[in-house]
């Protein structure tokens, strides 16, 4: 069976005028319409026959159909009712895809997926990128690659070093889980209709094991968080988020030798770390 190429601006405006598809801002919906970017992704993911991907978002199956070319087993998850019966006709003629109809956020990726290591591939609404990126590693899912398509600033972001006015707390969390690099960037002219920026596929290489030993993760994120809540603040006063005291802090800081008047922004992966194990060793001397 022969399909048609998805990825082009001719194809896509023929399937949304043909199925009454009015593209939804509050979906964050943008088509994309350039099949090289496609290929890319599905390179970026590392695909071949056999190999399991989850794809978050498929649309009007754009991606769904790179993804299945390359012979992996394709498990598409969509939260708009409307495209289901797109679905069905678009990418309904590949053997190697499914499709189902959930919110990712919502879904049970463990019993959707069933046992084994897969990958996951996406193209992501802004708005929700971030929620949906987090939940996924949170939950300790047995992905061992994850390669999206994000805004620009965000995968900046992701990636951001020490010291740089892009690090922050999402820089922190993923890092933490994954090793991230981005692998290229895509025009406003790929999708559409054409979004206000520019966005990029960032490939995160899930770890087996995080790079910092930290003795209560809980305890980690919550002084991640609380040290990028108010970025001009010093740690001495930022940390006080974490809902202890002056004096805990002052001790916190002196055990691990960290200047309290250093901004987050500056801290490592390793000195989160130091700082996070330093609260949980004295609560529990308490």
């Known amino acids: 069976m022969i399909h048609p190429v998805i990825a082009k601006k001719d194809v896509t405006l023929h399937i949304l005028k043909r199925f009454g598809i009015h593209m939804s801002k509050k979906l964050g919906q943008n ?11 599905a390179k970026a993911a590392g695909l071949e026959e056999g190999k399991r991907v989850l794809e978050i978002g498929p649309g009007i199956g754009t991606l769904t159909q790179g993804l299945a070319e390359t012979g992996a087993d394709v498990t598409a998850v969509e939260i708009d009712t409307n495209l289901i019966p797109v679905l069905a006709e678009t990418v309904g003629g590949y053997e190697n895809v499914r499709v189902h109809h959930g919110d990712i956020l919502r879904t049970n990726i463990p019993e959707l997926m069933g046992e084994g290591t897969f990958s996951v591939a996406a193209n992501l609404p802004y708005y929700i990128t971030t929620p949906i990126i987090m939940g996924l590693l949170e939950a300790r899912l047995p992905i061992d690659v994850l390669v ?5 600033e965000v995968a900046e972001r992701m990636v951001a070093r020490p010291g740089t006015k892009d690090y922050g707390a999402l820089s922190v969390s993923v890092q933490y889980f994954t090793e991230p690099d981005i692998m290229f960037t895509v025009p406003p002219r790929s999708f559409i209709p054409a979004p206000a ?9 899930v770890r087996e094991n995080p790079p910092v030993q930290v003795t209560e993760e809980k305890m980690f994120f919550r002084v ?3 040290s990028f ?8 006063n930022s940390l006080k988020v974490t809902g202890y005291g002056a004096d805990v802090i002052k001790e916190v800081l002196a ?7 250093r901004r987050g922004e500056t801290l490592s992966l390793q000195e989160f770390a130091d700082l996070a194990n330093a609260f949980t060793k004295l609560k529990n001397e308490q």
């Open 148 to 152: 999206t398509m994000v805004q620009k």
């Open 229 to 236: 809540a108010q970025r001009r603040k010093t740690l001495s």
């Open 197 to 205: 920026v520019d966005s990029a596929v960032i490939r995160c290489r």
């Open 224 to 226: 991640v968080k609380a």
């Open 31 to 41: 088509f994309l319409i350039d099949r090289t970017v496609v290929d890319r992704i």
């Open 255 to 261: 055990m691990t030798g960290i200047d309290g008047q």
